[in-house]
Protein backbone atom coordinates (compact mmCIF):
# COMPACT_ATOMS: atom_id res chain seq x y z
CA UNK A 1 0.00 0.00 0.00
CA UNK A 2 2.75 2.10 1.16
CA UNK A 3 5.28 1.29 -1.99
CA UNK A 4 1.69 2.20 -3.78
CA UNK A 5 1.61 5.34 -2.55
CA UNK A 6 5.10 6.55 -2.72
CA UNK A 7 5.23 5.54 -6.75
CA UNK A 8 2.12 7.55 -7.27
CA UNK A 9 3.81 9.98 -5.65
CA UNK A 10 7.22 10.01 -8.28
CA UNK A 11 5.54 9.13 -11.27
CA UNK A 12 3.06 12.65 -10.27
CA UNK A 13 6.89 14.31 -9.74
CA UNK A 14 8.66 12.98 -12.60
CA UNK A 15 5.48 14.14 -14.95
CA UNK A 16 5.70 17.62 -13.30
CA UNK A 17 8.77 17.96 -14.10
CA UNK A 18 8.91 17.12 -17.78
CA UNK A 19 6.14 19.62 -17.89
CA UNK A 20 8.35 22.23 -15.88
CA UNK A 21 10.96 21.46 -18.30
CA UNK A 22 9.00 22.00 -21.58
CA UNK A 23 8.75 25.29 -22.76
CA UNK A 24 6.79 25.31 -25.91
CA UNK A 25 3.60 26.17 -27.62
CA UNK A 26 4.32 29.99 -26.87
CA UNK A 27 1.97 32.57 -29.25
CA UNK A 28 2.90 32.72 -32.52
CA UNK A 29 1.29 33.09 -36.15
CA UNK A 30 2.02 29.53 -38.04
CA UNK A 31 1.84 29.68 -41.89
CA UNK A 32 -0.38 27.47 -43.56
CA UNK A 33 0.37 24.29 -45.10
CA UNK A 34 1.02 24.46 -48.79
CA UNK A 35 -0.16 21.12 -49.75
CA UNK A 36 -3.53 20.83 -48.26
CA UNK A 37 -6.20 19.36 -50.33
CA UNK A 38 -8.92 19.39 -48.17
CA UNK A 39 -11.92 21.11 -48.78
CA UNK A 40 -14.40 21.81 -46.67
CA UNK A 41 -17.58 20.60 -46.85
CA UNK A 42 -21.20 21.06 -46.26
CA UNK A 43 -23.02 18.39 -43.54
CA UNK A 44 -25.83 17.66 -46.21
CA UNK A 45 -23.27 16.38 -48.62
CA UNK A 46 -21.56 14.27 -45.49
CA UNK A 47 -25.15 12.77 -44.83
CA UNK A 48 -25.98 12.02 -48.06
CA UNK A 49 -22.28 9.96 -48.39
CA UNK A 50 -23.06 8.17 -44.85
CA UNK A 51 -26.60 7.52 -46.15
CA UNK A 52 -25.75 6.35 -49.94
CA UNK A 53 -23.18 3.42 -47.76
CA UNK A 54 -25.38 0.68 -47.84
CA UNK A 55 -23.49 -3.28 -46.67
CA UNK A 56 -20.72 -2.59 -45.22
CA UNK A 57 -18.45 -5.53 -45.19
CA UNK A 58 -15.90 -6.60 -42.50
CA UNK A 59 -12.67 -5.13 -42.51
CA UNK A 60 -9.59 -7.73 -42.79
CA UNK A 61 -7.67 -4.79 -40.99
CA UNK A 62 -9.46 -4.15 -38.09
CA UNK A 63 -10.57 -7.88 -36.89
CA UNK A 64 -12.90 -6.54 -33.99
CA UNK A 65 -14.69 -3.54 -35.39
CA UNK A 66 -18.46 -4.57 -36.70
CA UNK A 67 -19.11 -2.93 -39.63
CA UNK A 68 -22.74 -2.73 -38.69
CA UNK A 69 -22.08 -0.91 -35.85
CA UNK A 70 -19.24 1.43 -37.25
CA UNK A 71 -21.64 2.50 -39.51
CA UNK A 72 -23.97 3.18 -37.14
CA UNK A 73 -21.54 5.51 -35.26
CA UNK A 74 -20.44 7.50 -38.66
CA UNK A 75 -23.55 8.55 -38.98
CA UNK A 76 -24.21 9.64 -35.31
CA UNK A 77 -20.73 11.98 -35.66
CA UNK A 78 -22.16 12.98 -38.76
CA UNK A 79 -25.99 13.42 -37.86
CA UNK A 80 -25.08 14.56 -34.77
CA UNK A 81 -22.01 16.84 -35.13
CA UNK A 82 -21.32 17.40 -31.37
CA UNK A 83 -21.61 13.68 -30.67
CA UNK A 84 -17.88 12.52 -30.40
CA UNK A 85 -17.18 11.05 -26.83
CA UNK A 86 -13.97 10.53 -25.63
CA UNK A 87 -14.40 7.89 -23.09
CA UNK A 88 -15.13 7.76 -19.15
CA UNK A 89 -11.36 7.59 -17.53
CA UNK A 90 -9.44 7.83 -21.35
CA UNK A 91 -6.78 10.38 -22.02
CA UNK A 92 -8.65 11.38 -25.40
CA UNK A 93 -9.87 14.72 -24.52
CA UNK A 94 -7.52 16.20 -27.04
CA UNK A 95 -8.40 14.19 -29.52
CA UNK A 96 -12.08 14.41 -28.60
CA UNK A 97 -11.41 18.14 -29.03
CA UNK A 98 -9.57 18.08 -32.46
CA UNK A 99 -12.81 15.63 -33.73
CA UNK A 100 -15.00 18.24 -33.12
CA UNK A 101 -13.56 21.11 -35.07
CA UNK A 102 -12.98 18.26 -37.62
CA UNK A 103 -16.69 17.28 -38.31
CA UNK A 104 -17.17 21.21 -37.88
CA UNK A 105 -14.45 21.87 -40.98
CA UNK A 106 -15.11 19.08 -43.11
CA UNK A 107 -17.85 16.83 -41.97
CA UNK A 108 -17.43 14.54 -45.80
CA UNK A 109 -13.77 14.47 -45.35
CA UNK A 110 -14.11 13.08 -41.66
CA UNK A 111 -16.52 10.60 -42.94
CA UNK A 112 -14.85 9.37 -45.77
CA UNK A 113 -11.73 9.43 -44.34
CA UNK A 114 -13.11 7.22 -41.41
CA UNK A 115 -14.12 4.76 -44.35
CA UNK A 116 -11.15 4.01 -46.12
CA UNK A 117 -9.00 3.76 -42.96
CA UNK A 118 -12.02 0.95 -42.07
CA UNK A 119 -11.71 -0.68 -45.81
CA UNK A 120 -8.08 0.12 -46.34
CA UNK A 121 -6.50 -0.12 -43.05
CA UNK A 122 -5.07 3.85 -44.03
CA UNK A 123 -5.67 6.22 -45.56
CA UNK A 124 -4.52 10.46 -46.20
CA UNK A 125 -6.36 13.38 -45.18
CA UNK A 126 -4.57 16.61 -46.11
CA UNK A 127 -1.27 15.96 -46.21
CA UNK A 128 -1.28 13.58 -42.99
CA UNK A 129 -1.41 9.82 -44.32
CA UNK A 130 -2.66 7.74 -41.52
CA UNK A 131 -1.02 3.89 -40.84
CA UNK A 132 -1.80 2.44 -37.98
CA UNK A 133 0.15 -0.30 -36.00
CA UNK A 134 -1.14 -3.78 -36.04
CA UNK A 135 -2.11 -3.47 -31.35
CA UNK A 136 -4.06 -0.38 -32.65
CA UNK A 137 -5.87 -3.00 -35.40
CA UNK A 138 -6.66 -4.97 -32.96
CA UNK A 139 -7.84 -2.87 -30.03
CA UNK A 140 -10.05 -1.01 -32.15
CA UNK A 141 -13.47 -2.33 -31.28
CA UNK A 142 -12.57 -3.95 -27.83
CA UNK A 143 -12.41 -0.73 -25.51
CA UNK A 144 -15.03 -1.43 -22.80
CA UNK A 145 -16.11 0.61 -19.50
CA UNK A 146 -16.00 3.28 -21.09
CA UNK A 147 -19.46 4.51 -21.37
CA UNK A 148 -21.01 5.01 -24.66
CA UNK A 149 -17.50 5.02 -26.35
CA UNK A 150 -17.94 1.01 -25.94
CA UNK A 151 -20.54 0.67 -28.75
CA UNK A 152 -18.61 3.50 -30.74
CA UNK A 153 -15.85 1.03 -32.53
CA UNK A 154 -15.16 3.93 -35.05
CA UNK A 155 -14.41 5.91 -32.61
CA UNK A 156 -12.33 4.00 -30.71
CA UNK A 157 -10.53 3.73 -34.39
CA UNK A 158 -9.99 6.65 -34.47
CA UNK A 159 -8.75 8.24 -31.14
CA UNK A 160 -6.48 4.63 -31.56
CA UNK A 161 -5.35 5.95 -34.99
CA UNK A 162 -4.78 9.75 -33.87
CA UNK A 163 -2.67 8.99 -30.55
CA UNK A 164 -0.61 6.48 -32.40
CA UNK A 165 0.18 8.71 -34.94
CA UNK A 166 0.41 11.81 -33.23
CA UNK A 167 3.48 11.80 -30.39
CA UNK A 168 4.44 14.48 -27.83
CA UNK A 169 7.08 14.50 -25.19
CA UNK A 170 4.76 12.73 -22.62
CA UNK A 171 4.43 9.86 -24.83
CA UNK A 172 8.47 9.52 -24.65
CA UNK A 173 8.24 7.04 -21.77
CA UNK A 174 5.20 4.94 -23.68
CA UNK A 175 5.20 5.17 -27.49
CA UNK A 176 3.59 1.43 -28.04
CA UNK A 177 0.18 0.58 -27.47
CA UNK A 178 -0.55 -2.09 -25.11
CA UNK A 179 -3.87 -2.59 -23.79
CA UNK A 180 -5.46 -0.52 -21.32
CA UNK A 181 -2.97 2.47 -22.63
CA UNK A 182 -5.75 4.88 -23.80
CA UNK A 183 -6.21 5.67 -20.03
CA UNK A 184 -2.39 6.11 -19.55
CA UNK A 185 0.49 8.54 -20.84
CA UNK A 186 0.84 6.91 -24.37
CA UNK A 187 -2.36 8.65 -25.41
CA UNK A 188 -1.91 12.21 -23.48
CA UNK A 189 -1.90 15.40 -25.49
CA UNK A 190 0.48 18.04 -24.24
CA UNK A 191 -0.37 21.44 -25.63
CA UNK A 192 1.90 21.40 -28.23
CA UNK A 193 0.86 18.28 -29.80
CA UNK A 194 -2.58 19.79 -29.74
CA UNK A 195 -1.96 22.49 -31.55
CA UNK A 196 0.38 20.61 -34.02
CA UNK A 197 -2.09 18.60 -34.75
CA UNK A 198 -5.04 20.78 -35.41
CA UNK A 199 -2.85 22.55 -37.61
CA UNK A 200 -1.54 19.20 -39.82
CA UNK A 201 -4.76 17.95 -39.90
CA UNK A 202 -7.02 20.43 -40.67
CA UNK A 203 -4.91 23.20 -42.20
CA UNK A 204 -6.06 26.29 -39.70
CA UNK A 205 -4.41 29.10 -38.94
CA UNK A 206 -3.43 28.76 -35.32
CA UNK A 207 -2.53 31.31 -32.92
CA UNK A 208 -1.86 29.79 -29.30
CA UNK A 209 -1.21 31.48 -26.10
CA UNK A 210 -0.13 29.82 -23.01
CA UNK A 211 2.02 26.73 -22.20
CA UNK A 212 2.00 23.17 -20.59
CA UNK A 213 2.73 24.83 -17.01
CA UNK A 214 2.54 28.65 -17.47
CA UNK A 215 -0.93 30.72 -17.85
CA UNK A 216 -1.41 32.70 -20.87
CA UNK A 217 -0.22 36.02 -20.63
CA UNK A 218 -3.00 37.94 -21.87
CA UNK A 219 -4.02 40.94 -19.80
CA UNK A 220 -7.61 40.77 -19.04
CA UNK A 221 -8.70 36.90 -20.12
CA UNK A 222 -12.11 37.29 -20.28
CA UNK A 223 -11.49 39.78 -22.96
CA UNK A 224 -9.65 37.77 -24.81
CA UNK A 225 -10.95 35.43 -25.21
CA UNK A 226 -14.41 36.93 -25.71
CA UNK A 227 -12.91 38.26 -28.71
CA UNK A 228 -11.22 35.82 -30.13
CA UNK A 229 -14.40 33.60 -30.02
CA UNK A 230 -15.44 36.28 -32.74
CA UNK A 231 -12.96 35.55 -35.36
CA UNK A 232 -12.67 31.43 -34.95
CA UNK A 233 -12.95 28.50 -32.86
CA UNK A 234 -11.34 28.58 -29.21
CA UNK A 235 -9.98 25.77 -27.67
CA UNK A 236 -9.31 26.05 -23.95
CA UNK A 237 -6.12 23.75 -22.34
CA UNK A 238 -7.78 24.10 -18.40
CA UNK A 239 -7.35 22.27 -15.09
CA UNK A 240 -10.52 20.26 -14.97
CA UNK A 241 -9.47 18.98 -11.41
CA UNK A 242 -10.26 22.43 -10.15
CA UNK A 243 -13.87 22.60 -11.49
CA UNK A 244 -15.05 19.07 -11.84
CA UNK A 245 -13.17 17.84 -8.44
CA UNK A 246 -12.66 13.62 -7.88
CA UNK A 247 -11.40 14.04 -4.87
CA UNK A 248 -10.26 15.90 -1.65
CA UNK A 249 -6.61 16.01 -1.74
CA UNK A 250 -5.30 18.98 -0.06
CA UNK A 251 -2.92 19.47 -2.80
CA UNK A 252 -4.57 19.72 -6.25
CA UNK A 253 -2.32 19.49 -9.46
CA UNK A 254 -0.87 22.75 -10.86
CA UNK A 255 -1.25 21.22 -14.73
CA UNK A 256 -3.67 20.81 -17.22
CA UNK A 257 -5.52 18.16 -17.24
CA UNK A 258 -8.37 18.48 -20.05
CA UNK A 259 -9.26 19.99 -23.51
CA UNK A 260 -12.50 22.30 -24.00
CA UNK A 261 -14.24 23.46 -27.18
CA UNK A 262 -15.61 26.82 -26.25
CA UNK A 263 -18.76 28.22 -27.79
CA UNK A 264 -19.95 30.94 -25.66
CA UNK A 265 -18.35 33.08 -22.98
CA UNK A 266 -20.32 35.63 -20.84
CA UNK A 267 -19.79 38.55 -17.91
CA UNK A 268 -22.11 39.26 -15.66
CA UNK A 269 -20.89 41.37 -12.32
CA UNK A 270 -18.27 39.30 -11.04
CA UNK A 271 -19.48 36.12 -12.95
CA UNK A 272 -18.50 34.37 -16.10
CA UNK A 273 -20.32 31.36 -17.96
CA UNK A 274 -19.03 29.33 -20.21
CA UNK A 275 -20.80 26.98 -22.37
CA UNK A 276 -18.34 24.73 -23.57
CA UNK A 277 -18.37 21.00 -25.43
CA UNK A 278 -16.74 18.14 -23.83
CA UNK A 279 -17.38 14.22 -23.80
CA UNK A 280 -20.14 14.26 -26.42
CA UNK A 281 -22.55 17.34 -25.09
CA UNK A 282 -22.34 20.84 -24.31
CA UNK A 283 -21.75 21.47 -20.30
CA UNK A 284 -22.53 25.46 -18.98
CA UNK A 285 -20.35 26.37 -15.97
CA UNK A 286 -20.14 29.59 -14.13
CA UNK A 287 -16.87 30.69 -12.33
CA UNK A 288 -15.83 34.00 -10.40
CA UNK A 289 -12.93 35.70 -13.18
CA UNK A 290 -10.10 34.48 -10.77
CA UNK A 291 -10.79 31.02 -11.08
CA UNK A 292 -11.03 31.33 -14.92
CA UNK A 293 -7.89 32.46 -14.41
CA UNK A 294 -6.54 29.89 -12.12
CA UNK A 295 -7.49 27.02 -14.33
CA UNK A 296 -6.85 28.10 -18.00
CA UNK A 297 -3.77 27.30 -19.32
CA UNK A 298 -3.71 27.90 -22.52
CA UNK A 299 -6.56 29.48 -25.13
CA UNK A 300 -5.72 28.42 -28.57
CA UNK A 301 -7.69 30.12 -31.84
CA UNK A 302 -8.35 29.00 -34.99
CA UNK A 303 -9.12 30.10 -38.32
CA UNK A 304 -10.22 28.46 -41.20
CA UNK A 305 -7.88 28.98 -44.20
CA UNK B 1 21.37 0.25 21.96
CA UNK B 2 20.23 3.34 20.98
CA UNK B 3 20.18 2.35 17.35
CA UNK B 4 18.11 -0.74 18.21
CA UNK B 5 15.97 1.34 20.43
CA UNK B 6 15.16 3.51 17.41
CA UNK B 7 14.71 0.84 14.82
CA UNK B 8 11.82 -0.83 17.63
CA UNK B 9 10.57 2.36 18.07
CA UNK B 10 10.62 2.83 13.86
CA UNK B 11 9.13 -0.56 13.29
CA UNK B 12 6.09 -0.23 15.96
CA UNK B 13 5.26 3.28 14.19
CA UNK B 14 5.17 1.46 10.84
CA UNK B 15 3.02 -1.51 11.71
CA UNK B 16 0.48 0.96 13.58
CA UNK B 17 0.39 3.05 10.55
CA UNK B 18 -0.25 -0.04 8.50
CA UNK B 19 -2.75 -1.45 10.68
CA UNK B 20 -4.24 1.81 11.09
CA UNK B 21 -4.84 1.93 7.21
CA UNK B 22 -5.66 -1.73 6.59
CA UNK B 23 -8.64 -1.40 9.52
CA UNK B 24 -9.66 1.68 7.24
CA UNK B 25 -10.80 -0.46 4.60
CA UNK B 26 -11.82 -3.21 6.44
CA UNK B 27 -14.42 -1.36 8.30
CA UNK B 28 -16.02 -0.07 5.16
CA UNK B 29 -16.83 -2.88 3.54
CA UNK B 30 -20.46 -4.41 3.82
CA UNK B 31 -20.24 -3.90 7.96
CA UNK B 32 -20.56 0.35 6.75
CA UNK B 33 -24.11 -0.72 4.48
CA UNK B 34 -25.59 -2.79 6.80
CA UNK B 35 -25.26 0.11 9.65
CA UNK B 36 -26.55 3.02 7.06
CA UNK B 37 -28.87 0.32 4.93
CA UNK B 38 -32.13 2.16 5.47
CA UNK B 39 -30.80 5.95 4.94
CA UNK B 40 -28.63 4.17 2.28
CA UNK B 41 -31.70 2.59 0.39
CA UNK B 42 -34.04 5.73 1.17
CA UNK B 43 -31.29 7.80 -0.79
CA UNK B 44 -31.12 5.62 -3.34
CA UNK B 45 -34.91 5.35 -4.22
CA UNK B 46 -35.85 9.23 -3.54
CA UNK B 47 -32.57 9.84 -6.42
CA UNK B 48 -33.97 6.77 -8.81
CA UNK B 49 -37.51 8.83 -8.51
CA UNK B 50 -36.54 12.02 -9.06
CA UNK B 51 -34.28 11.42 -12.13
CA UNK B 52 -36.78 9.89 -14.02
CA UNK B 53 -38.02 13.00 -15.22
CA UNK B 54 -34.94 15.40 -15.01
CA UNK B 55 -31.18 13.71 -14.96
CA UNK B 56 -28.85 15.47 -12.17
CA UNK B 57 -26.19 14.70 -9.74
CA UNK B 58 -25.28 16.29 -6.84
CA UNK B 59 -21.63 16.19 -5.69
CA UNK B 60 -20.38 17.93 -2.40
CA UNK B 61 -16.89 20.31 -2.56
CA UNK B 62 -15.97 21.08 0.94
CA UNK B 63 -15.18 19.44 4.46
CA UNK B 64 -18.62 20.97 6.09
CA UNK B 65 -20.62 19.30 3.47
CA UNK B 66 -22.47 22.99 2.64
CA UNK B 67 -20.52 23.71 -0.91
CA UNK B 68 -22.98 21.10 -3.52
CA UNK B 69 -22.16 21.37 -7.17
CA UNK B 70 -25.75 20.84 -9.23
CA UNK B 71 -25.75 19.33 -12.53
CA UNK B 72 -28.71 19.30 -14.41
CA UNK B 73 -29.22 17.82 -17.57
CA UNK B 74 -31.31 18.02 -20.33
CA UNK B 75 -31.47 17.21 -23.55
CA UNK B 76 -29.13 20.01 -25.41
CA UNK B 77 -26.95 21.04 -22.33
CA UNK B 78 -25.49 20.36 -19.04
CA UNK B 79 -26.24 23.17 -16.60
CA UNK B 80 -23.20 22.68 -13.55
CA UNK B 81 -24.14 25.22 -10.78
CA UNK B 82 -22.70 25.67 -7.07
CA UNK B 83 -24.18 26.30 -4.47
CA UNK B 84 -24.31 26.62 -0.77
CA UNK B 85 -26.67 24.14 0.62
CA UNK B 86 -28.69 26.66 2.19
CA UNK B 87 -28.70 29.70 -0.49
CA UNK B 88 -32.48 30.55 -1.33
CA UNK B 89 -30.07 30.31 -5.44
CA UNK B 90 -30.37 26.86 -4.91
CA UNK B 91 -34.62 26.65 -4.90
CA UNK B 92 -34.96 29.09 -7.09
CA UNK B 93 -32.77 26.78 -9.95
CA UNK B 94 -34.79 23.87 -9.11
CA UNK B 95 -37.98 25.21 -9.56
CA UNK B 96 -36.84 27.16 -12.64
CA UNK B 97 -35.40 23.97 -14.14
CA UNK B 98 -39.08 21.99 -13.03
CA UNK B 99 -37.61 19.40 -10.46
CA UNK B 100 -38.74 18.11 -7.22
CA UNK B 101 -37.61 20.90 -5.04
CA UNK B 102 -38.90 19.27 -1.51
CA UNK B 103 -37.59 15.78 -2.36
CA UNK B 104 -34.41 17.11 -3.64
CA UNK B 105 -33.78 19.14 -0.58
CA UNK B 106 -34.71 16.04 1.34
CA UNK B 107 -32.24 14.41 -0.51
CA UNK B 108 -29.09 16.77 0.09
CA UNK B 109 -29.78 16.79 3.84
CA UNK B 110 -30.00 12.70 4.33
CA UNK B 111 -26.75 13.01 1.67
CA UNK B 112 -25.03 15.29 4.51
CA UNK B 113 -26.26 13.28 7.40
CA UNK B 114 -24.24 10.10 6.34
CA UNK B 115 -21.39 12.12 4.38
CA UNK B 116 -22.43 10.88 1.06
CA UNK B 117 -20.19 13.10 -1.19
CA UNK B 118 -21.69 12.09 -4.63
CA UNK B 119 -24.82 10.79 -6.06
CA UNK B 120 -25.04 9.97 -10.03
CA UNK B 121 -26.84 7.95 -12.37
CA UNK B 122 -23.92 5.94 -14.31
CA UNK B 123 -24.72 4.06 -18.08
CA UNK B 124 -22.93 1.18 -18.67
CA UNK B 125 -23.11 -1.34 -22.11
CA UNK B 126 -23.25 -5.25 -22.08
CA UNK B 127 -23.78 -6.66 -24.91
CA UNK B 128 -24.47 -3.25 -26.67
CA UNK B 129 -27.05 -2.69 -25.13
CA UNK B 130 -27.68 0.13 -22.60
CA UNK B 131 -27.72 -0.24 -18.58
CA UNK B 132 -27.78 2.12 -16.09
CA UNK B 133 -26.94 2.13 -12.26
CA UNK B 134 -27.05 4.38 -9.47
CA UNK B 135 -23.31 5.76 -7.75
CA UNK B 136 -23.53 6.43 -4.71
CA UNK B 137 -19.87 7.72 -2.96
CA UNK B 138 -19.21 8.43 0.73
CA UNK B 139 -16.17 9.97 2.24
CA UNK B 140 -14.66 7.53 4.98
CA UNK B 141 -12.20 8.44 7.56
CA UNK B 142 -9.96 7.02 5.98
CA UNK B 143 -9.03 10.53 4.84
CA UNK B 144 -7.58 11.14 8.67
CA UNK B 145 -5.49 8.20 8.53
CA UNK B 146 -1.62 9.25 7.47
CA UNK B 147 -1.66 6.34 4.12
CA UNK B 148 -4.55 6.29 4.04
CA UNK B 149 -5.04 7.29 0.24
CA UNK B 150 -8.46 4.86 -0.34
CA UNK B 151 -10.69 7.94 1.16
CA UNK B 152 -14.12 6.97 -0.69
CA UNK B 153 -16.54 4.11 0.13
CA UNK B 154 -18.60 3.39 -3.19
CA UNK B 155 -21.60 1.98 -3.96
CA UNK B 156 -23.44 0.94 -6.87
CA UNK B 157 -27.39 0.07 -6.89
CA UNK B 158 -28.09 -1.90 -10.05
CA UNK B 159 -32.16 -2.42 -11.15
CA UNK B 160 -31.76 -5.99 -11.89
CA UNK B 161 -29.23 -8.50 -10.01
CA UNK B 162 -25.56 -9.05 -10.79
CA UNK B 163 -23.53 -12.17 -11.58
CA UNK B 164 -20.54 -12.43 -8.97
CA UNK B 165 -17.46 -14.79 -8.98
CA UNK B 166 -16.63 -16.90 -6.26
CA UNK B 167 -14.17 -14.25 -4.57
CA UNK B 168 -18.17 -11.91 -4.60
CA UNK B 169 -16.75 -10.08 -7.26
CA UNK B 170 -19.12 -8.06 -9.64
CA UNK B 171 -18.83 -9.75 -13.34
CA UNK B 172 -20.28 -8.83 -16.61
CA UNK B 173 -21.58 -11.80 -17.79
CA UNK B 174 -23.35 -14.97 -16.84
CA UNK B 175 -20.00 -16.73 -17.75
CA UNK B 176 -18.51 -14.93 -15.41
CA UNK B 177 -15.20 -14.33 -17.51
CA UNK B 178 -14.36 -10.62 -17.05
CA UNK B 179 -14.61 -8.54 -14.00
CA UNK B 180 -17.32 -5.76 -14.59
CA UNK B 181 -14.89 -2.39 -13.84
CA UNK B 182 -16.76 1.16 -12.93
CA UNK B 183 -15.37 4.21 -13.52
CA UNK B 184 -12.16 1.95 -13.14
CA UNK B 185 -13.12 0.12 -9.72
CA UNK B 186 -13.74 -3.67 -8.71
CA UNK B 187 -16.49 -3.97 -7.13
CA UNK B 188 -17.98 -6.87 -4.33
CA UNK B 189 -20.93 -8.02 -3.88
CA UNK B 190 -23.14 -6.83 -0.84
CA UNK B 191 -26.52 -8.35 -2.07
CA UNK B 192 -27.53 -9.56 -5.62
CA UNK B 193 -27.90 -5.91 -6.65
CA UNK B 194 -25.96 -3.66 -4.28
CA UNK B 195 -22.04 -3.87 -4.67
CA UNK B 196 -19.48 -1.92 -3.05
CA UNK B 197 -15.78 -0.65 -3.53
CA UNK B 198 -13.01 1.39 -2.02
CA UNK B 199 -11.34 3.83 -3.78
CA UNK B 200 -9.13 7.09 -3.89
CA UNK B 201 -11.67 9.00 -6.17
CA UNK B 202 -15.53 9.50 -5.55
CA UNK B 203 -16.39 9.60 -9.46
Known amino acids: ?305 | MNGKFLTAMLSIFCIAVLSSSCRTAKDYSTHYYFKHELVLNSIEKSYSGIIKKTPFNIAFNNKAFTILTLEIKTDSITYRYEFDATEQRLTDTLIKYHLDTANIKQLIAAMQSIRCIWINNLDYYVDDKKKSLVFISIKTSASRSLFGYKKYYILTYFPQPQYFDEHGRLMLRRKRKEIHKINGGIFKRINDKICYTISEQYR
Open chain 1, 1 to 305: MIKAYIFNKAIYTAIALCLLLSGHAKGSFVPLLPNDSSEISSIEKAVAFVDSIQDLAPSVFWPNVRPALFLENLKTNIYQPHSPYQGRGTNFCGYGALTYLFIQKDPLGYAQLLLKLFQEGEATYGATFFKPSTPIKSAAGKLSFKGVLDIRPAEQMWYLCLADHYKGYLNVLNRRYDPGDEDRMWASVNYAKFNRMVKKLLNYQSKAKGADLLHPLVGDLFLYISEHLKTGSVVLYINNRLVHKKNNARVKPGFPTHYIVLKEIIKKGNKITLVYWDYGGTTLIELTPALLKKITFGVAHYTKN
